[in-house]
Each structure stands twice: as structure tokens, then as C-alpha cells.
């Protein structure tokens, strides 16, 4: 009888430390399942976070995103005031000497303008450590609303420094001017505008003409490209 | 308690404990759950966090950006619908849509692929039909911060990338499940409501020939839904698909009565016993302005009343939509035309009646004569009567010598001033009037031999040639409305137009700010009837015209211009 009992007890001793060796092994295996999840989700948030990078980097290149052409554009005569106030001649003020680069707004836009003209802002210094003649040049494309006060405000707006010109005109100058470029928009409404920015090195020199949307890298690219004398190797 | 069970409850701690640690980041998730639906709207709307600091983002792959410039609201509108310019189509962001599948559903971007004229780029786009799964809070951040959606598609550039804190994460997602949840008042399953406003002071001829016109273009509108529904799958330019957004248009004509101050509360009442989707212009003698502020209070589009007293103080993104800046901007006009015209120094006389015609202008124009007239000498007068205002020509003819202009606001006693003007032409070279004086002046003089009286005019001359307004007479002919009144009956038209496209377009999302976005887009897009130059808007823009001429009545051709178009 006494023999039977130690005999129970050490079964049920047997049994405590089956019990215990089992809850371990779930208890490991669970910790070690948790952590092979947590692991493998902070491995497919990595894999996430590298693909995002990579997909980032992948956006679709210059060649994709901007289209560059090069052509000659007369300039019609045609009156402009500046955010400054001053009367403008626009083919004066192209026949000018210095570097120039041109884009089209219109101070209430919300989707396009404000990225063009804060890749403008962003280009600034920079510019002016590549060559402190250049000019920037805005035209407001809705002249009636767009009045001196309007585009002064929108040039603070974009820190615009000196180099920076703001012009609105009227509906005629306006038209002029767009059909000059050859950005006149489809519909006759403005919402239709598209995103074009045209730089050219001299008066005599054809224009290159970007039709999307660059970096700021990408601009002083082109500007640079643009300025560079071409070497020639004999 | 035994060893056994104290080991026991030492491992269910341990699991429970590891358990815990391991679903930290399902914690981190959930932070995303709670957030402040205000302090979202300011980052949607200004670009600024609850702590009030510039959010910073990245546009244009290296750009960097800041603040309400670059604010959600500027591309996916006050609604959250979306928008599309200078070919980029932004997509809607309210959380009905961005928290379920995308489907490939036509009638969402029927207007943007059918209806207007895109660029091959943006039609192109508009085609490839990405699809993606409904946005998680998670993936939702993902898009925000870092432009992937959760389909794995980057976004266009343009599109910032934003640098946001997990807090305003929150508070940003709470406020787009917040957007445009539910159909805004004034429409049901089967009846879009609309009030068109009047007081009881206008002209009854005019009042009639307003209305008849909204009468008749609701008429008309309810005829051509009823034809398309009766047609069953009949689809002629895809009417079929768009049966189950279609309204019946009712037209409530609400007619206040007293004086001004008491509007805003019969207007409440109005509201009270039948919400309206929009207000579709009307006829106000007396200033907009506590029609405009009911407006705003009930963020209720309303569309181009017939006034020449616009609420023209913090009108951008405000309710009220106008044609002009009335009479305020006649002051200008005219100021601008004399600081061309006399050679300085100039002194201008200046009459104005005191009541709100004759104020509200008198005041704009020394304020413009102070800005642009250097060196000029302004005397300005106000009278209350006929009588005075004889007594104050009387008085100028008698010492007119000196005088350069003399700068009329008949106020409401317009047929008066003319008729005092008759007998007692002013000895001075230029005597000036608004718009609203010339009818009269033209009634009451047979001869136009006093080409020294000169009128401002924002409006299109008659000899302009605008291919629209030959359609719109013979839509007038063919439903038998009399035009007694063109340039207000031809703008109540216009605004009908615009009204019957935006609601179109809204294609079945019955949101007041969408159908203010859409009219906005569209107001510059060939509906001008001939009533003005040129007739635009903008985001934010309330004005549509914003210029005007200065004109002598001429016997041959009713008026002829001597300015030049002038903007202010």
C-alpha cells in the first residue's frame, strides 16, 4: 500500500513535469513563433521599406518625365507691367543679354504653378553662383485677375530675389505672348495650361523648351548644359 | 500554492509578457486609430500641424516645400473630390473612397475623359486603369509620406511627400474620414432644390424677366431628364449610364421683404422649411452682403445674382459667386480713366446720394483717387435729396471754374438726377455716372449731344461679336420668354448654365463644395453669352469679369466707348 503510494505520487510527479515540460516547449515554441513573425514582418516592412526606396528611385526618369525640344520663337511686341510696377516691353526685355528662363502661371493656380515656381525659388542661389546675370522670368496667363498687387504678393510668396521678374499684361498681350511660345491651352480656359518652362542662353540662341515638370537638380542641369560653351575637339 | 502552479503562473506571465512586447508594432498601428478631426482640418486646409508649425514636403523629387502653399486643399479641393489642371488629374481623398477598392467605374471620370478638352497626356492617363486595394491606415501614411500607394504604384512627383509626425498622421486621416461622408441638404433621391432670391424693392419687369428666364431653363431641364428616362437603355452620348444621378430641378423663389438687416432671418426661415442645394442668382435692389453672409453661414453655393452691390471684403473662397464687383468696381474704372485722361493737378468734385448706390462707390472712389491720382483735389459731397443735390449744381455752376470733373452717384433717385441734369447741364468739361444712370439718361435725352458725360460701363460693348449670344436668343425664342431685360435675363443664363454643368458633372457626389469647385474650372469655358468680355474663375475666384469701359451714350449705336478695357 505504502509502495502504491509513493508509486501515485511519483506518477503524479511525473505528470507535473510532463505537464511543465510541455506548457516550455509551447511556451518556447510561441516565443520563438512570435519572433519569427515579429521578424519576418519587420523583415517584410524592411523589404517593404526597400522596395518603397525602390520604387521611389524608379519614378520614371528625366527622359520620361520632361520632353525637350529646341526652337527659335519670335517675340511680337507686346506691353507687360512688372510685380515692381514698371512697364515692360516683352520683346525688349528678351532681346536681353542674359541667361533667361521663362514659365507661365497664374497666382491663384493650385496644382502646377506653385511646383514651378517653387523649383524656380529652390534654383535661385544657385543659379547665381553659376552666373549672377541670369533671369527668371513669370508671366501671369490670367491677366484680369492678376493685377501688380497680385503677382508682387505671389513673387514674395516664392522668395523671389532680384533676378526674378513677375509680369501681368492684358488679354491680348497675354494671348500673344502664349501663342508666341506656342503654349496657347486647349478650351481657351486656363485650368488647361500645361507645365512648360523655356530657357535660352542669348538673344540669337534658340530656345530649349521643357514640356513636365523637372527637379530643381534637373534645372540647373539644363541651365548649366545650356551656358556651357560647347568645347570643340579637332 | 504549490511549486507546480507558481512555475505554471511564472510561464503564462512570461507568454502573456512576450506576447505583449511582440505585438508592439500592432500598438504603433494602432496610434494611427485616434486623431483629432480639427487639428486634421488644419493640416488639410493650411498645411499646418496643431502645434502650428509648417508642415515640410518634398515635391518634384528635390524640392522642397512648405505650409498652406502646398496645403492638401490646394489640389484635392475643399471638398476632397479631387481635381484636374494642366494635365494632371488629382485623384479624390475622402474616406468613403480612399478606404475601399478602387473599381473601374467610368461614370466617376466620364466629364474629365468626355466632356473636356485634355491633353493626349492627361486622356492617356486618364485610360490606364490602376486599381488598387481599399487604403489601411498604414498604407495610407505609406502614400502620404512616401507617394506609394498600396498597389505598389508610385505617384506622380508633383505630388509632395510629406514629412509628417505619426500625431498629425492621425489627426490628418481623421479629418479625410470625415470628408464629404454624406450628400449635403437640399437633394433627395429624386429632387435637387434650388432657390433663386429677390426683394421686394426691384423693378417687377425686371423681377419677371428674371424669373421667367429660371423658369424656363428648369422647364426645360425637367423636360430633357424626363426624355432620357423615358428611354430606357436607349443611350445617346451615354445618358443611360447617369439615369440614377439625374434630379428633377424645383425652383424655390424666395422674396424678402423690409429692410436689409431683417434678410438674413427671413432667409433662415426660408431655409427651415425647405434646405436648398444651391441658389441659383436672383434680383437684390440693396447690397448682397447679408445674403452672402447667410451663404456663408450655411455653406450654400450661391450662383451670380443680379447686384451691383456685391459682399466684395473676404469674398475669395466665400460662398457667393458674381459677375462683377458692381459698382465698386465702376469707381475705379473710373478713377483709372481720369488719372489718364486730365493733366495733373486735377480737382474733382464728387456728389454722392446717401444711401448705398451712392455711398459704397463714393468712398471706393477716393480711396482710388487718393492711390492713383497724385496731387489731386478731391471735394466730396453727400446729399439726401433731389433738392440738395439741386442746391449743390446750383452751387458748382456758379464757381465751376477750376473744376476739372465732377463725379456723380445718383444713388436710387437715378431718374431724378438725370431729369435735374437736363435743366441744369453742369458747366464742367467732364461729368461722370455709373452704369446703372445710363438707361435712364438714354430714355430721357433724345440727342446724345453732351459727349461730356461720360459712364462707366463692365459690361461688353454692343458691337462685339459673340457667337453664343445668337444661340442663347433663339433658345429665348423657342421657349417663348420675352427678352425685356438682355443683360439680365442673358446672365441669368449664363448662370444657369454653368449650374446645369456643374451639377452634371457632379455625377451623383451631391456636394456643395464640389459643384463650387467644378464652376469654378468652368466658368471661363465658352459659355460667355456675350454680356461681358471675357467671364472666368479660378481656385478661390469669385469675380468672373473684372474690368469695364468708359462710354458716351451715342444715338447710332446706343453706346461707344471711350477707353479702352481697364482693369483695375
Redesign the interface.
Known sequence: MGKKMVANVMFLQKL?CI??AV??VA?IS??LT??A??SD?ASTQEK?RS??FK??A??PNSAN?YKITNTHYPIPPANFISNKGQHVKIDELLSSPRPVMLQFI?T?????C??LS??FS?AQDRLNKIDENFLLISVSI????D?VQKISDYAK?HNATHNWIFLTG??DATRKLLKAFDVLY??????????TIFLRMRPDAPWRRIEG??????LIAEFTELITPVKVTY | MTP?SR??TF?LL??IT??YI?GE?AIADDKLLIGDVEAGRLIYMQGHSASNYPIQAI???????SGS??ACV??H?PSGMG??????Y?LPVTGPILFAPRELNRNRIFSKLFH????PEFVTRMRQARMRPAYTLDTLA?AIR???DPA?Y?FD??MPRYDMSDGDMANLIAYLKSLSIKHDVGIDSKTAHFATIINDSTDPVARDAVLRTIQGYFDRFNLSIANDRSKGNFSPNYHSDFLETYREWKLHVWTLHGPPDTWKEQLMRFYEIQPVFAVAGGLINGSWSPVAQFCDKERIPCLFPNTELPKTADAENAYSFYFTRGLELEAEVLSIYLEKQLSPPQRIVQISFADPYGEIPANVFTKAVNRWISGSQLESVSVSNTATFIEEINRINTHHRGIDALVIWPGEHVSDVITVLQKLPPKIDVVTMPSNALEAWRKQRTQADYEHFLFSYPYELPTAYHPRAYMVHAWMRSNHIEVTHPTLQFQTYYMLTLLDYGMRNLRGDFYRDYLSEIIE??A???LNNGTH??L?L????RFA???GYVVVPDTKIGIRSVS??I??
Open positions: 507535473w505537464r511543465l506548457i516550455l511556451a510561441i516565443i512570435g519572433s513573425i515579429a514582418h517593404n522596395d518603397t520604387k521611389v524608379n519614378t518625365r497664374y491663384t493656380c493650385t496644382t502646377i506653385p511646383v517653387a523649383t529652390q490670367d491677366p484680369e485677375h493685377n510668396r492684358d488679354n486647349p478650351g481657351s480656359n486656363k485650368m488647361n495650361h500645361q507645365s515638370f523637372l527637379s530643381a537638380d534637373e | 507546480q512555475l505554471s510561464f512570461f507568454i512576450t506576447s511582440s508594432n515635391t518634384s523629387q528635390d524640392v522642397k516645400v502653399g502646398f490646394n489640389c479641393r481635381s484636374s489642371e494642366g494635365g494632371k488629382v473636356e478638352i485634355r491633353s505609406t512616401d507617394g506609394i505598389g508610385s512627383p508633383i474650372g468652368e471661363e469655358s465658352n468680355p471675357t472666368g479660378g481656385p478661390g475666384q469679369s473684372k474690368g479702352k478695357w482693369i483695375p
